[in-house]
Nanobody, 124 residues
Framework: QVQLVESGGGLVQAGDSLRLSCTAYGRSFSSYVMGWFRQAPGKEREFVAAIGWGGSSTKFADSVKGRFTISRDNGPNTVNLQMNSLKPEDTAVYYC?????????????????WGQGTQVTVSS
């Protein structure tokens, strides 16, 4: 079992930066691919970014490439999403997720554990 707790959401203006963090509680954090997803009102949950076990493998949605970075620290069991040059269309609830595998999957259905979500609102 893995419990995920996100933090760092808030209200910012377009062009600002925000850093989301996710802390995992449970065993074998380093054996999980970690992902970030987001869901805007009236829309389906969508993939944002994922990072592999060692942190060297990453994958991003086209909509955030070049603006977002993802990192992890297997010591304190945290994964971070650094969001730069934020746009109003980035407004959503952001979820941290864990997938017990070596594959960087972008499908939400592939992730076994989810956090409660943190709201990010970007004003224009």
């Amino acid at each position: 079992q893995v419990q995920l707790v996100e933090s760092g959401g808030g209200l910012v203006q377009a062009g600002d930066s925000l850093r989301l963090s996710c802390t995992a509680y449970g065993r074998s954090f380093s054996s999980y691919v970690m992902g970030w997803f987001r869901q805007a009102p009236g829309k389906e949950r969508e993939f944002v970014a994922a990072i592999g076990w060692g942190g060297s493998s990453t994958k991003f949605a086209d909509s955030v490439k070049g603006r977002f970075t993802i990192s992890r620290d297997n010591g304190p069991n945290t994964v971070n999403l650094q969001m730069n040059s934020l746009k109003p269309e980035d407004t959503a609830v952001y979820y941290c997720a864990a997938h017990y595998s070596s594959a960087l999957t972008t499908a939400a259905v592939g992730y076994e554990y989810w956090g409660q979500g943190t709201q990010v609102t970007v004003s224009s």
